[in-house]
């Protein structure tokens, strides 16, 4: 029977860098969920923040971006007050800085019903668009997340950046107020030259019962308030159910297990070539829980896929809406334009123009336990480049077109495979396979990767595993 992998399986097993404490990366993952940011595909995020930096101005009240200060370095609480929620501004953008004092008074749970919606988006309750309302004809979702007191206090004490999000200094709009409650807006355009959906954010504090309601908006043709109205519609009700503040106990083992966690990440690289073995490091204890043998027997650089050899169905996003239209008469990949990352960051300003070659291998994998097990079939694609001091750094790029974007989905993950015995759910599982005990299956992965990258291209194996060190072949060797 097929195990049903959520999106925090997902990313326990596949993270390459440090494991986030379950207690604290639940509201992450939730929150990230509820906006959609990891995409509606399913498929697995690679974990890295992205600052979207496209600076068109919707709204003329922009120009209040200037009222906004790095705030005080002591909180003040007025008497009746829990909560305190402050925007910063830095030099990469605007993020928000919570405090919260428990001792005031219990932590309520709240219940937020919107009375008004904007026109085509419809709710879902499970599927691609789970939890929030998605509008068929533009695209667009909207989300409302909201955050009681004793939330805020657990991600204040434990995170830097309490409500998930930086800003870009300009997509700022105003402060205003609304039903008693200070109201931040934001509104940004799409980075993809491609599409000109308008994203909204606004966010309601009420800082007398400590909680924080966040709207977003995203898709074409939104009134430029429309955010706004859906935010003063909330029906905002405070319950008589309270939510238990985390001890300071239970913070400092947060704290601690962040930290752990952190000064962890293994730099230690493991190198094989084509035909080789490769087998769980020791050090990641995967081979005591789940056996397993990778080997990759064949590798090669393509300028096209064709039809015949490499069927459709076998693409992970659909052939005829995504992958085609990206494609030469001679099925070569377009060119396509592509911004920079600096430090996490879109550098809008740098973007440029490469194509685009298929890196193709053929890979073994044998599930050598005594039972039948579920196994992460797919190697990543990793550009790694010397940082100047001997090792490896991974870089990517973020694409300027939103098709192309959507076909590469994860740089790190492949676009085509041929082994797909999960497809439910837009394919969300794709990546794992049943094995027998002792059975060897063959599996054909494809990636597009950008030519000028082709030299710091490897595949990777076992670096999802928390703390473990990357196994990697070269993929021009």
Known sequence: MKKEYSQQD??????????IPASVDERIRETY????????????????????????????????????????????????????????????????????????????????????????????????????????????????VKYNAADLYKMSKTQDEVLHTMFDKDSFVETTTINEMKTDVFSEGSIYKDNDSVRHDVFLFNEEY????????????????????????????VLET?????????????????ATAAGKTSESL?????????????ETGLDDVMPQIHKVTDIQILDSLPLDQ?????????????????????GTLKDHERYPLKNGTIAEDGIESTGAKFVVATTEITNTGDMAQEIYIAPDMLLLADNGSGSLTEYWYWPASEAYHEFVVDHRMPEYQTVQMFTDNQKTHVHFA????????????????????????????????????????????
């Open 10 to 19: 997902i990313e326990r097993i596949l993270k390459s860098d440090a494991k």
């Open 33 to 144: 969920r509820e906006l959609g940011v990891t995409g509606n595909t399913g498929r697995k995020s690679a974990g890295k923040r992205t600052v979207h930096r496209k600076k068109r101005k919707v709204w003329a009240a922009v120009a209040a971006a200037a009222v906004l200060t790095t705030g005080l370095g002591v909180t003040a609480f007025a008497v009746s007050q829990l909560m305190n929620a402050d925007l910063k501004e830095t030099e990469e953008g605007l993020f928000y800085e919570i405090s919260v004092a428990p001792e005031t008074k219990e932590a309520h749970d709240i219940k937020v019903t919107p009375t008004y919606i904007p026109e085509g988006y419809v709710y879902h309750e499970d599927g691609p668009y789970a939890l929030k309302w998605h509008n068929d004809a533009t695209g667009g979702d909207m989300s409302i």
């Open 210 to 237: 400590g909680y924080a309601v966040q709207v977003y908006l995203e898709g074409t043709g939104l009134a430029e308030d429309e955010a706004l109205k859906v935010a003063r519609g909330l029906d905002i009700e």
């Open 242 to 258: 309270t939510v238990e503040y985390a001890s300071d106990e239970e913070l400092d083992a947060l704290k601690q297990e962040i």
């Open 270 to 282: 493991h190198y094989y070539k084509i035909g080789d073995e490769i087998t769980p490091p020791p």
């Open 310 to 330: 490499y069927p459709k169905e076998n693409y992970i996003e659909d052939y005829d809406t995504v992958v085609a239209p990206l494609l030469n008469e001679d």
């Open 434 to 477: 049943e094995i027998g005990a002792g059975e060897t299956i063959t599996c054909t992965f494809a990636w597009a990767v950008d030519e000028d990258c082709l030299d710091d291209a490897y595949l990777g194996f076992y670096g999802g595993v928390a703390d473990a060190p990357k196994s990697l072949v070269k993929v021009t060797e």
